[in-house]
C-alpha cells in the first residue's frame, strides 16, 4: 500500500529565505507526483506536476524535483514570501492521487 | 491552468436533512471526477470515483447509500450527503483531471466546508 509522507509537518522561516519541502513515498509505481497549495478552508492549488519519467519542473520560484527510484520529492522556494505561508501538499498518482499530510508553511515578515 | 467550481463553499444543515454538493469542469470536459473528504490536520481521502453516465466507484469503507453520487454530463457530477449526522461534518473536495488520463494533472475545487449540526 502506498504511503506518503512529508517532512516537516510545519515550518516557520522569515521573509526571503530560501527553503525545502520534503515529501517521500514507498512504492516508486507511479505515474507522477503533483505538489499542491492549500490555503486555510480552501481548496487545492496545482503547483507543479512532474511526471515518472522526469527529474525537475520549474515555475517562478518553485522548484520540484524526483528521485522516483528512492521515493523522494522536493519542492524548493526561492526567496519566501509572507504570501507563500499555506499549507503545502504533495500527492503520487497510481491512477488516484494519494496525498501526504502537508506541510504548514508560515513566513514571517 | 483549468478550472473546477464547486458550490456551495459553505453550508450548515440540520441532522436528518440531505446536502447537495456540485462540481464543475468549467473550461474542459470530465468524463471521470473525484470526491475527496479532509479532516483536519489529516491528508485528503479518496471517497469516491464519478464516471459520467455511470455507477461510481466507491472506496471501502464509504457508505454509498449515504453519499450518492450522480455523474449526469461532461461536465457536472453533485455529491448529495443524506440524512446527514454530526460526524458527517468535514470539509468535501472534488477534483478532475484534464484528458481523463491517469499521469494528467489534477485540478481542484474550492472545497464545501459541511457542518451538521
Known amino acids: 500500500k502506498q504511503e506518503v509522507t512529508q517532512i516537516p509537518a510545519a515550518l516557520s522561516v522569515p521573509e526571503g529565505e530560501n527553503l525545502v519541502l520534503n515529501c517521500s513515498f514507498t512504492?516508486?509505481?507511479?505515474?507522477?507526483l503533483q505538489w499542491f497549495r492549500q490555503d486555510p478552508g480552501k481548496g487545492l492549488t496545482s503547483l507543479l506536476l512532474?511526471?515518472?519519467?522526469?527529474r525537475e519542473q520549474t515555475s517562478g520560484r518553485l522548484n520540484a524535483s524526483l528521485d522516483k527510484s528512492s521515493g523522494r520529492s522536493t519542492l524548493y522556494i526561492a526567496a519566501s514570501q509572507p504570501g507563500d505561508s499555506a499549507t503545502y501538499l504533495c500527492a503520487v498518482s497510481q491512477g488516484n492521487l494519494i496525498f501526504g499530510k502537508g506541510t504548514k508553511l508560515s513566513v514571517k515578515p | 491552468g483549468a478550472v473546477v467550481s464547486q458550490h456551495p463553499s459553505r453550508v450548515i444543515c440540520k441532522s436528518g436533512t440531505s446536502v447537495k454538493i456540485e462540481c464543475r469542469s468549467l473550461d474542459f470536459q470530465a468524463t471521470t471526477m473525484f470526491w475527496y473528504r479532509q479532516f483536519p490536520k489529516q491528508s485528503l481521502m479518496l471517497m469516491a470515483t464519478s464516471n459520467e453516465g455511470s455507477k461510481a466507484t466507491y472506496e471501502q469503507g464509504v457508505e454509498k447509500d449515504k453519499f450518492l453520487i450522480n455523474h449526469a454530463s461532461l461536465t457536472l457530477s453533485t455529491l448529495t450527503v443524506t440524512s446527514a449526522h454530526p460526524e458527517d461534518s468535514s470539509f468535501y473536495i472534488c477534483?478532475?483531471?484534464?484528458?481523463?488520463?491517469?499521469?494528467?494533472?489534477?485540478?481542484f475545487g474550492q472545497g464545501t466546508r459541511l457542518t451538521v449540526v
Open positions: 512532474i511526471q515518472s519519467s522526469q
Open positions: 512504492d516508486s509505481a507511479i505515474y507522477n
Open positions: 477534483s478532475a483531471r484534464v484528458g481523463d488520463e491517469v499521469g494528467t494533472e489534477a485540478f
